[in-house]
């Protein structure tokens, strides 16, 4: 859940949700898994009521992972954790979103075969893993896993949002995981969505511009609360580290994204990147650019008003420093 622009974080929803809240202290830690079970990477969301849902992995005696889930109504306990993903392989990365609807999603990903590839020094296995997603209410019972991925190349951790009207998206990097200019290369993001209480669509390509030489990377996705999203990736130019960041669009009613977009301008290095969409389709990304000759990097701003076209070109934010980049989004 986003406010108009800046994500929330935990604490802030537990120390300023509310006003009635404003003087509340933290309450006792409670224990989700069972005794003697780790639990590691967990992914926590909570809705505009209270209500709240938390997944994590645990990891049993085979070695194998698996993905499970806890959902707390407003002033009620948490329930009794649940496997969500399948038995017999293993599963990882989830990420969790719930609606003032109180609507929840859970993406993950999951090994579905091993194969060997060619690193260009030889013949490597690898974990094929495909994106898979669960849906259910605070009061309902889980539906079933829908595979969101196609098990023929390798799936990246996914990024998940999910809008009031109910619209979830999905995003992920799909690819053979090696390096760029190794046989058989593949690097692209990809895309899944699906409306409130409905199957997500078949995923959809979403790197299509040209340019990205050494690959497409680090995606990412916000829904704002009439289903308008952006989703984001790295565009990575060449070896000297040139990235820009490509993006797409999906209007309210849509299930599909708009035609692959590039923010103006090249960083060099990694630029952080968040952002946001408000109720009225307006969006906002901020991110940090690296220049060539610049002592450190700045933070930017590119945005777009209303629900049609696309960003403005990227204009720096003054006096802003790294450690603000979450609040400028």
Known sequence: MRSRWTPLLAAAIVAGASPAMAGAQWTPAETLTSAGVN?????????????????????????????????????????????????GRS??????AINGDREIVVAWRRVARTRRVNT?????????????????????????????????????????????SGKAVVVW???????????????????SAGEASSRFRGAQRLSRRPGCGQA??????AVGAGGDAIA???????????ISVDYATMTGRATRFGSNRRLAGV??????????????????LALTRADRNARGPRIMSA????????????????GARGSELAAAG
């Open 39 to 87: 639990g590691r990477f967990p992914d926590v969301a909570v809705n505009s009521r209270g209500d709240a849902v938390a997944a994590w992995i645990t990891t049993g005696r085979s070695g194998r992972s698996a993905v499970r889930a806890s959902v707390r109504p407003a002033g009620g306990p948490w329930s009794e954790p649940r496997t969500i993903s399948r038995p």
């Open 91 to 96: 599963a990882r990365d989830p990420r969790v």
């Open 120 to 164: 260009g020094s030889g013949l490597k296995p690898q974990a094929v893993y495909v994106v898979q997603a669960r849906r259910r209410t605070v009061e309902g019972d889980w539906q079933p896993t829908q595979n969101l991925s196609s098990s023929r190349q390798k799936s990246g951790p996914p990024r998940l949002g999910l809008g009031e």
């Open 173 to 191: 990097h799909w690819g053979t995981g090696t390096a760029p200019g190794s046989p058989g290369f593949v690097s692209r993001v990809q895309s």
């Open 216 to 221: 497409v990377g680090l995606p990412d996705v």
């Open 232 to 242: 984001w990736w790295e565009c990575r130019r060449n070896r000297a580290g040139d």
């Open 267 to 284: 960083s060099r290095g990694t630029p952080e990147v968040t952002g946001a969409v408000a109720a009225d389709g307006s969006i906002r």
């Open 303 to 318: 945005e777009r008003r209303g629900a049609r076209g696309a960003l403005r070109p990227p204009r720096s934010i003054r």
